[in-house]
Structures are given as structure tokens and as C-alpha cells.
């Protein structure tokens, strides 16, 4: 008996500790967003962020604030009223063909360049559909990072 609570406290405390640090992606609400070096306004900026909806990864909360990680591993903290839940993501290969439909023998409709800013409107079997300026197709999910 002694050894099964022991068993049940070690799988409840594994258990709480992998899913308490559970990462998501957020989007950044406004062309201007203050990425700071800690989680208040009292904190120096550190980047100056100018892309609206650009993706990044929430890894630490602390009262109102995000701590954040980029694309290009930058971290730092971001006032939760300056991100949204709206799916975008980041194309990470180089001239990437953006599809009619999802699957590889569709009509090509665009070369999307490494680093490419996609708002995504769904994804499905491994495909998501987004938009590009005045393009919508589809792209296979893999060569994306960010919210799906």
C-alpha cells in the first residue's frame, strides 16, 4: 500500500510538472508592441516589435504579462493586452510553392519566400490555407512556425 501512494506521488508530481509549463502561440495585436526585459511596465524595452501579427511563442506568465520567445529566439516580456489569439505564422524554407488546393498536383499560385508573414484561415491533413497579400492558397503545415 505504502508503495503505491509513493508511486501516485511522484506520477502526480511529473504529471503537474510537465503540463504547468504548457507553451502556445499568441500574435502580436498592433504594428507596435514593446518586447521588455521583465514582466512591468517599470522594465526596459529590449525590441521594438513592428509587425502586426507576427507569431510568437508564450513560455512564462506573470500576472498580466507574457514572457515571450520569436522566431529568431529573442525572449523577453509583452503586456497580454498587446497579443491576440489570431492564427499566423512564419514560412521557414526559402521559395516555397503556395497551392490551389491541398495536395502537391494542385495549380501553383505563388512563390513564398523564406521568413513570409501567412495569416492562416485553416489547416487540415497536414495543409493550411493562408493568405498572403492578395494570395490564398494552400502550404503544407511543416514549413510553418507559429499558430495553426
Given at each position: 500500500m505504502r508503495k503505491k501512494i509513493i508511486y501516485f506521488l511522484i506520477f502526480f508530481i511529473f504529471f503537474l510538472d510537465v503540463y504547468s509549463e504548457e507553451k502556445y502561440f499568441l500574435t502580436l495585436r498592433n504594428d507596435e508592441v514593446n518586447l521588455r526585459q521583465?514582466?512591468?511596465?517599470?522594465?526596459p524595452v529590449k525590441i521594438l516589435y513592428k509587425k502586426k501579427y507576427l507569431p510568437v511563442l508564450v513560455i512564462d506568465i506573470s500576472d498580466n504579462f507574457r514572457k515571450i520567445k520569436d522566431h529568431e529566439n529573442n525572449s523577453g516580456w509583452?503586456?497580454?493586452?498587446?497579443?491576440?489569439?489570431k492564427k499566423a505564422a512564419l514560412t521557414i524554407k526559402d521559395d516555397l510553392l503556395m497551392l490551389q488546393s491541398s495536395?502537391?498536383?494542385?495549380?501553383?499560385?505563388?512563390?513564398?519566400?523564406?521568413?513570409r508573414l501567412c495569416l492562416i484561415t485553416k489547416c487540415e491533413n497536414g495543409w493550411c490555407k493562408i493568405k498572403v497579400n492578395k494570395f490564398s492558397g494552400w502550404i503544407k503545415k511543416e514549413n510553418l512556425w507559429g499558430k495553426l
Open positions: 521583465g514582466p512591468s511596465f517599470e522594465h509583452i503586456h497580454i493586452s498587446q497579443l491576440s489569439k495536395n502537391i498536383y494542385s495549380k501553383p499560385l505563388a512563390i513564398i519566400k523564406k521568413g
